[in-house]
């Protein structure tokens, strides 16, 4: 990357940093994953929200917009 300063300034660039082992094709134990959540887990929170507020929370939206600046 240091050779290449020039040719990459102002350019994105992804480094990726590759471990010093070798690369195992099996690994020795499986992969797990945790339990897939639904969203009956979500109903604990949601209360007893029956959707009549939709005008208010749009109002709060547009109440809360702001210009932001990209550079």
Not at 8 to 20: E, F, M, P, T, Y
Not at 41 to 66: F, H, I, M, P, Q
Request: aromatic residues 8%.
């Amino acid at each position: 990357m240091i050779d290449q300063g020039e040719k990459l300034a102002g350019k994105r660039v992804r480094v990726i940093v590759l471990s010093d082992q070798p690369h195992t094709e099996s690994p020795d134990k499986p992969t797990s994953f945790p339990p897939r959540s639904t969203a009956q887990s979500l109903l604990k929170y949601a209360g007893t929200w029956e959707g009549d507020d939709l005008e208010e929370c749009l109002r709060l939206v547009y109440e809360n917009r702001s210009e932001v600046a990209f550079e």
